[in-house]
């Protein structure tokens, strides 16, 4: 078939589409025709008669491991299937007819030129790879957050397009651990949608919740009102009462009738009766089975996670075009007079403690925020990263005392306790550490100027330690 | 002083036998007559017919083993929450196993509930029943025995403490003899120790409690089974419906078993410990409930235990006789002496209060000594005790006598144990309606 459509814009010959020397592929049926084989096409156009159909050919797009093809715009014609969110999230646009891809040309041009910018380095880590792909998206379709939508497809209930069109719907756990790792590695910043609640066993949301016996475990129960009667005391179940000639409640104890709630008699509590064991109980056992692995769990044993959307940092924003730089845990290691966090955290714990004990003791929390380092590393091998990282935990361990503690949380973020120094002179010292800082990066990488950002707070006696460097963090990194 | 003295004696002993026996008849007459050679009477023979009980006991005993019935330990209770963990473990260490043990939270406002859910999780506890609102100890009873399984139902007090052998022992009486209907435990004084008020009141469970329900168990007068530890059967609760309203709901299902011709008996080796309140103003409190009861239960309700009827029984005549006559009708006649000696013995009156007390004190310590001997459980040496025996005295005397008097003026004459905020007032209002 060959015709032209839109002013003699648009030219049409066996499902390929050409404008203004673009080209376009339509996608109307599932055919032999591998994805692999339409690199060479400027966009796809599907026809989303149906959301089935859509999804899976927007899947083998959005979760190739190739950028040329995760990155492929694809617009969609029919608009039956783009009420689903899934698909909206992870297409292009809508065009009413083939008259409109003009329409598109100017979308594929930025998308294009922004592809250029990328950064393309081979990823270290799978959770990098995964992360970098979906940045490299957000990035050239200018989208900030990764927002949740509800999807009865994912295991979990929820899914995140544009991470989870590269796992299976029953692997949506691991998007989980990948948005965790990222918020770690502070590339985005977690905003509280929803509570989800996963079976221990294959992290799985679609669970049947049951009220069962806690004898047997049977969901075959019946509940009664306790009613007391209060001239006698007697107290039973609303069937001690009933008799099988009407319905007035007669007392077994003594043969009253119970003529009035509250006046002479009343219900304080229920009771259950499990019908399969006959066993009797007031608190029967709330289990969810998973409908996918059938695991029978004690709700206080699911795995209780979070559904956040995620709004992109700064360095999340510019890891798309300058790589994801990750903490790099062995640092601590090869860094001599450094802790690991946990170890840090510890630590601070114990020092809480200390200070709790003694009013008259005070601790300052330092942590330093090198906003712009990820620049710098760029300049030096990757080899220089944990030298130039060494010189600034010298510069601050020749002002701090030997009882004081370091810790490099990642490559961007020192935090050090400071103990029993006045808030002031903790002041004073961090300002001097921040101008040897600039100094010995100005003096060793020519017209660099590093962003140092600083916080100083007294530690805190009442909030966790966890808690407060969190906020200290997130205020430091927002502010920039 | 020494010629005071001196003067006191020369006076007993110019007054002669005659005189002396007119100035103390209260003394003669009831306290040392009943209290001290009745019962060391009944206590002699008691104790020489111990080898055949021996032997019907140990018959019991094998009998229970055999047949191993399922026991139901109900604890009613209302912000009882911080004793049941400990209650919980002293039942671990019971040599009879065989027992479902359940706790009836009475709509408590403190931690109870969530303490006992985490015992009834980690198997502790065996039901754990919660009434939101509150209904009374005796509604609070009645849902644990409703619904428990047991052949038996032991009724315990959250903050007692109880022998490792205590419920085997409590429940052997039961296959004594098939009449028996409930089984009322020992109850010691855990802190005796803590407070004189708390020795004065250890003194007197060891001997009006322990001893004298011996021997009123014995002679088959025995008129309460203590709530705090007390075994019933369950065919006689059936026919009974459980407790009724209190306060003295304890006494009350007691006669109602009694009334429908169960035995009732005492088990000096059932042992349990429970704490006394710790000072007189709260001892105050709980004794003026408890001999409200006697007015309310024994000469109200139940008073049809002296009516020549059908369902008449000498025994609970006598139970219940003995009972008004000693407590309520001497309490009475007390106060008649008392107004005896002032009228018309003034000018003795300082020689007769002093051989009052004379008498009372040797009394004491004669009944304290004596009574050792067949006391099978004792919660401390004698020699602790010793320095205190004076003191009873004014304890049993004025004190104990003074509360009941006040008690029973109040019951009698205004019905305030249903105003008892022990109770709560929706059903104490029924009660008070009905009569009962």
Known sequence: MEKTLANNKVEFHDNVLTCFGKTFFYFESFSSLKIDDLEKYDAIIIDAFDIEFTRIIIKKFRSHAGMEFYLKPLFLINNKATEDPYIKELSDGIIISFDQIPETINDINQINMKITRLETSPSSSFEIQVFKKALNYMFTREINTLKPITDINSTIGYCYPVLSVNFDAFEEGKVLEILEWAEKEHLIWPDFQDRVYLCSNCKGGHLSFREICPNCDSANMRSEDLVHHFPCGYIGAISDFKNNIDT??????????????GVDYDKPSVINHCQNCNDVFQDYLVKAKCIQCKTDTDVQFLISKDINLYKLTKKGRNSAVGGIYTSDY????????????????????????????????????VVFYFENIFDLYKIVSKSKEKSLLGEFVTIIRDNITPADFICINNPSIISICVNDVAFENANLMVLKITDMIEELVRDNFEKFEIAVVSHVALLSKSQSFDKQIQTIIKELVEKT | MIEAVDGFFSYISAVGPSKLLRIFWFFVFFEFARFFIFELTVLIIWKLREPQRKERYANARRRLFIERPLVSVIVPGKNEGKHIYK????????????????????????????????LQKNGLIDLFLRNDVRGGKASAANLGYRFSKG?????????????????????????????IGAVGGNILVRNYKD????????????????????????LGIYRLVSGAFGAFKREALDRVGGWDIGP????????????????????????????????????????????????????????????????????????????????????IKWWIYLVDMVVNYTSLLAFVFPFNILLYTANNFLKFMVFSLFRKRKNASIV?????????????????????????????????????????????????????
Not at chain 1, 248 to 261: A, D, E, F, Q
Not at chain 2, 95 to 101: K, Q
Not at chain 2, 261 to 276: H, K, M, N, R, W
């Open chain 2, 195 to 218: 407070s004189l008020c708390a020795t004065l009141q250890a003194i007197e469970y060891s001997d009006t409690i322990s001893v004298g329900r011996i021997t009123s168990s014995y």
């Open chain 2, 151 to 179: 052949k038996i139902v032991v009724h315990l007090d959250a903050d007692c403490s109880y022998d490792s052998d205590a419920i085997e022992k409590i429940i052997i009486p039961f296959y004594l003899d098939d009449a």
């Open chain 2, 248 to 331: 003295g709901l304890d006494g009350d299902i007691t006669v109602k078993l009694r009334k429908l011709g169960y035995l009732i008996v005492f088990e000096p080796d059932a042992v349990c410990q429970t704490s006394v309140p710790e000072t007189f103003r709260k001892l105050v409190k709980q004794r003026l409930r408890w001999d409200k009861s006697i007015i309310r239960f024994r000469v109200r309700k139940h008073r049809d235990v002296f009516y020549p009827n059908a369902t008449f029984r000498f025994s609970n005549f006598v139970s219940s006789a003995e009972n008004i006559t000693y407590n309520l009708l001497l309490n």
């Open chain 2, 384 to 436: 602790y005790f010793i320095p205190y025996l004076p003191l009873m005295v004014i304890y049993f005397g004025f004190y104990l006598r003074l509360v009941r008097s006040v008690a029973y003026v109040q019951e009698f004459f205004f019905k305030r144990s249903y105003k008892d905020s022990w109770n709560p007032a929706k059903s104490s209002n029924h009660a008070k309606k009905l009569g009962i």
């Open chain 2, 87 to 118: 209650l919980a473990n002293s039942l671990k260490e019971q040599s009879y196993t065989n027992f479902e043990f359940i706790v009836i939270d009475d709509g408590s406002d403190d931690d109870t509930e969530r303490i006992c859910k985490s």
């Open chain 1, 330 to 365: 062995e640092l601590n290691h090869e860094i001599a007079g450094t802790l690991d966090f946990k170890t840090f955290s510890t630590m601070m714990h114990y020092e809480q403690e200390r200070t709790k004990a003694n009013v008259t003791l005070t601790s300052n929390l």
């Open chain 1, 248 to 261: 007035v409640l007669n007392c077994p104890k003594c043969s009253k009738n119970l003529r009035h709630i």
